[in-house]
């Protein structure tokens, strides 16, 4: 069973601290997605990372993909008010467009 | 992006009858989507992959006569929970994509069996 683990589950922060989000497996995906969902709506896309290595930048955001496509971590730079949410990693299993996702991290950026 | 619709998006049913939930992509063809639940301050598990012109395929434990799964066209995918009880209650979301790896979800069904 592939499992993705995401850490930390819960993270509150003050405006204009960095943090960063990390999502582990044992196993290989063919690639990882991360979302954001707001409650009582459906998660959002916000990058999907096929390459192992693969680095992407969505303004404050950068999404990495680790060289083993094992794991991934999301980094965010500054981050402000607007960035609170819950943030999902998941991956996708054999090119299938399944996926697997991690536990979630909700994360709060205090004014 | 691509963009995918439920329909209803709120439903409360008493125990023991049946509702159907719809999904459709709005702007492009999909023979795949997929379905998922959501418990509160949970993350999504996958129930279900919906196949155009066939079978669908029912993940470990997911019981596929109580969540029968139609996809009825390339847009169009129904998950109708059947003899819907408490435990039934959840949130349902589906998601499709242009390709395997870019799911587009839609905003999610919110079903309360009372």
């Known amino acids: 069973t592939q499992l993705l683990e995401q850490s930390p589950q819960f993270l509150s922060i003050q405006e204009g601290e960095n943090l960063t989000v990390y999502c582990n497996s044992s196993s290989v995906f063919s690639s990882l997605q991360w979302y954001r969902q707001e409650p009582g709506e459906g998660p959002v896309l916000l990058v999907t990372v096929v390459t192992g290595g693969e680095v992407k930048k969505l303004k404050r955001l950068t999404f990495q993909f680790g060289d083993a496509r094992k794991d991934s971590s999301l980094h965010i730079t500054a981050a402000q008010p607007g960035d609170t949410g819950l943030y999902l990693c998941a991956g996708e299993r054999s090119n299938t467009g399944k996926l697997i996702f991690g536990q979630g991290t909700t994360l709060q950026v205090k004014p | 992006g691509a963009v995918v619709s439920q329909h209803p998006s709120r439903v409360i049913c008493k125990s023991g009858t049946s509702v159907k939930i719809e999904c459709r992509s709005l702007d492009f063809q999909a023979t795949t989507m997929f379905w998922y639940r959501q418990f509160p301050k949970q993350s999504l598990m996958l129930m279900a992959t919906s196949n155009e012109g066939s079978k669908a395929t029912y993940e470990q434990g997911v019981e596929k006569d109580k969540f029968l799964i139609n996809h009825a066209s390339l847009t169009l995918s129904t998950l109708t929970v059947t003899s819907a009880h408490p435990e039934d209650s959840s949130f349902y979301i589906c998601?499709?994509?242009?390709?395997?790896?870019?799911?587009?979800f839609g905003p999610g069904t919110r079903l309360t069996v009372t």
């Open positions: 998601s499709a994509g242009l390709h395997p790896y870019e799911q587009y």
